[in-house]
């Protein structure tokens, strides 16, 4: 594939990508931009690229499959944990709109400014990308969605402390990813197997 709308069209045949506002973000949003010169080239495959630092932008497929398990509406609060190269928080930002919001944070300051340079690309005044703490997520505030870009060696019971009530989170654990969603009286969890992702780290 030689372009950001080949690869689009090959997601939505593949059946990962279904819904049109995610559609319409990936071919707003160029994977191009949020790779390293290096891998401008391969930028439209269908492959984890790295980005320095044993990181990685994740894969066109699973990024699609995880933003469709978040049921994204316009005007939702979004934590974007593990945000890269800032591919995953343009995306989020597109599809919420004007009237949401999406907070990536990233563990190495490196990836912050890379990120942010990224980003800036593009005019997203509704996101933003800061550098982690030694506490997991944004403690004290709460989202309508939470999306994880690394792996969790166990589920972190402190993201579901940030998560609304109705809101849904996505987030690797070991080799799955899981769907959960928050009820009053219980938290729903769907597995999906068969993924690898980089290790979620703290400080």
């Known amino acids: 594939m030689e372009s950001n709308k080949e690869l689009v069209q090959s997601l939505i045949d593949s059946g990962v990508l279904k819904s049109k506002d995610i559609i319409k973000a990936f071919l707003d949003i160029d994977r191009i931009d949020f790779v390293l010169p290096k891998y401008k080239d391969i930028a439209y495959r269908d492959i984890a690229?790295?980005?320095?630092?044993?990181?990685?932008?994740?894969?066109?497929?699973?990024?699609?499959?995880?933003l469709e398990l978040l049921n994204l509406k316009e005007g939702h609060k979004v934590l974007d944990i593990g945000s890269g190269s800032g591919w995953s928080t343009a995306l989020l930002s597109s599809i919420v709109g004007r009237e949401g919001y999406v907070y990536g944070v990233e563990l190495l300051q490196e990836l912050v400014d890379m990120g942010r340079e990224n980003i800036s690309k593009y005019n997203l005044e509704n996101a933003e990308i800061s550098k982690a703490t030694d506490k997991l997520g944004i403690p004290g505030e709460v989202f309508d969605r939470i999306l994880v870009s690394a792996s969790a060696k166990k589920f972190p019971k402190e993201l579901l402390d940030q998560l609304k009530e109705n809101g849904v989170m996505v987030i690797p654990i070991q080799e799955s990813i899981y769907k959960v969603i928050k009820k009053k009286e219980e938290v729903i969890r769907e597995e999906y197997y068969g993924f690898s992702f980089v290790e979620l780290k703290t400080i």
């Open 49 to 66: 690229l790295p980005i320095g630092y044993d990181q990685t932008v994740s894969q066109p497929y699973t990024v699609a499959f995880m």
